[in-house]
Structure formats: structure tokens, C-alpha cells
């Protein structure tokens, strides 16, 4: 019976912005250790104490004493890394401007609560997926300002539900990056696909080649909006360009104020198209309840 651990951390921040990103990786717990090794040796021969994406790109903090060229290979030798021993990359992500009412479920009003909701959903069906009996160890970052009302839901659903259909119910924990360093990993993914979603909708910049190749590996992305309706949508081959998942997400992160219309047009797009929850592109909508 293999066990496994998942290590998430956010990006952006619900009150500030409009990308927020909730995303990570699942390991195999054999290759989780032997990446914990390689992860060290790489921040120690680089001089760092340990890795944090946004502070890597700009050279900023400790990685002040490194130069471009140098910062942008260590990203890489961890992206490599990552590539070679996660088992699959998951990012849930949402814009606060769009998270503007209650979804009648007073327990997952909060956009990070459902964040880590839905995110629990996808890992553990990912696992039952390839594995009867999964043993689930999950690692969010701590710190963030919703970390309670996330680890109550947690507590108060996770046996009710039955996150997993094997009924064993996943291990929760939250933890910062140095008690747990493959948060690291977690920080690096967040990071990248905020600034992905910022540049998609703002087309200004074209993708990053660190995120094209970090995508080489297996992602699953999710989308997801309570703006009167609520909306999700999910993408296993983030890496494809020229879709229409991608001007769905231009219109979500968009600053426009009048995307809404093209939102609902593109989600009766994919209403058409029959598509499923389990397809390349899913979009689920459910009419939120009356504020009255």
C-alpha cells in the first residue's frame, strides 16, 4: 500500500489583487524523500536557506548575492526536480473580485476554504483513481489569514463526506516551508501560475519559459468564480494554448469591468460541447441561492 503526501501553498492575497492561487504537488513518500535531499543540496550550493519563487526572480532577500544568470538556473535545476519526482501538480485558482456572494453553504463562503475544499476533492480523486487503498498525508502553508475557518470545515466534513472513497481520510496539516521544505515546490507552482494568469489576461507579456517547461509534467487547473452563478472550471493540459479554457480565463482575471457577459457566453460554449467534469475543459455552473 504505497503512501503518498501533498504540500500546497498560496499565491496573492483574497483582500488585495485579483489572482489568488492555491496550488502544489503529490509525491510518492519514497521520492518525496529523495527529493527533500536534492532540494537541499541545491539551495545549500546555491547559498540560500531555502527557495521562494517570487524573491528568486527579482533577486530580492537572500537571493540578493545572486546574480540573474544564476538565480534563473537554480529555478530551473528545481523545476527539473519537481518534474522528476512529483507525481502530478494541482493549482486552484480564483479571482477575489469575482468571490462576491455567500454560496448558500455559510461553512465555504470563504474563496480559500473552498480553495482547499476542491483541491482535497481533486487529490483524492486523483489517488483513488490509481490506488484502492491511498495513504494521504496533506501539507498546506501556514499563515494564512482564513487557516481557521479552512481547518474547522476540514475537521467537521472530512469523515462526513468522505473525502475518499476508500475511507480512509486523509492527514491535515499546516506547516511553514522550513518545517516543511517540499512547501518550497508548492511556493514555486503558486507563484508561476499567478504570474501566468496576470500575463493570459493582461497580454502583455507571452508565457514564461520556466512555466512552459514546468508544465511538462502533469498539472491539473482549476477555476473557479461565485459571482451570481457559481462556476468551475478544470484543465488537465494547462500547457495547451490557443483554446477557448484560455479566453475564459482572460475574461475571469480580466480588469475589465464588463466580462461577465462574455464569461456566460463561453460557459454556454462549453455547455454545448457537452463537455464533462472529467474532460480536458469542464465548466459546472449552480445558480446561487437568493440574497433576499
Not at 97 to 110: A, C, T
Request: aromatic share 10%; hydrophobic share 35%; charged share 25%.
Amino acid at each position: 500500500m504505497p503512501a503518498w503526501e501533498a504540500y500546497f501553498d498560496e499565491s496573492g492575497d483574497k483582500d488585495q489583487g485579483r489572482v489568488f492561487t492555491l496550488a502544489g504537488y503529490i509525491f510518492r513518500s519514497d521520492r518525496a524523500r529523495i527529493l527533500e535531499g536534492k532540494w537541499g543540496k541545491a539551495l545549500s550550493d546555491a547559498g540560500v536557506p531555502f527557495f521562494h519563487m517570487v524573491d528568486c526572480a527579482h533577486g530580492n532577500r537572500a537571493f540578493k548575492h545572486l546574480s540573474k544568470d544564476s538565480r534563473s538556473k537554480l529555478a530551473k535545476h528545481c523545476i527539473d526536480l519537481i518534474k522528476q519526482h512529483a507525481s502530478c501538480g494541482f493549482c486552484c485558482a480564483f479571482n477575489p473580485n469575482r468571490f462576491s456572494h455567500p454560496m448558500g453553504l455559510k461553512k465555504l463562503e470563504d474563496p480559500y476554504t473552498q480553495a482547499v475544499n476542491f483541491t482535497l476533492l481533486h487529490v483524492t480523486a486523483r489517488l483513488n483513481y490509481n490506488d484502492s487503498f491511498p495513504l494521504l498525508n496533506v501539507c498546506f502553508e501556514a499563515g494564512h489569514a482564513s487557516q481557521g475557518s479552512a481547518r474547522k470545515y476540514i475537521d467537521e466534513t472530512i469523515n462526513l463526506v468522505g473525502l475518499l472513497r476508500s475511507r480512509i481520510p486523509p492527514e491535515i496539516r499546516f506547516a511553514t516551508k522550513k518545517e516543511a521544505v517540499l512547501l518550497q515546490c508548492a511556493d514555486l507552482l503558486a507563484w508561476q501560475a499567478a504570474t501566468d494568469i496576470k500575463n493570459r489576461a493582461d497580454e502583455i507579456r507571452p508565457r514564461r519559459k520556466d512555466f512552459i517547461s514546468l508544465l511538462e509534467a502533469q498539472h491539473h487547473f482549476m477555476y473557479f468564480m461565485a459571482d451570481n452563478e457559481f462556476n468551475l472550471l478544470t484543465d488537465r493540459e494547462p500547457i495547451r494554448e490557443g483554446r477557448l479554457t484560455d479566453e475564459y480565463v482572460k475574461e475571469l482575471f480580466s480588469t475589465k469591468t464588463d466580462s461577465t457577459q462574455r464569461l456566460k457566453e463561453i460557459q454556454r460554449m462549453f455547455d454545448a460541447q457537452g463537455l464533462s467534469e472529467f474532460g480536458t475543459d469542464a465548466i459546472i455552473g449552480r445558480k446561487l441561492p437568493s440574497q433576499s
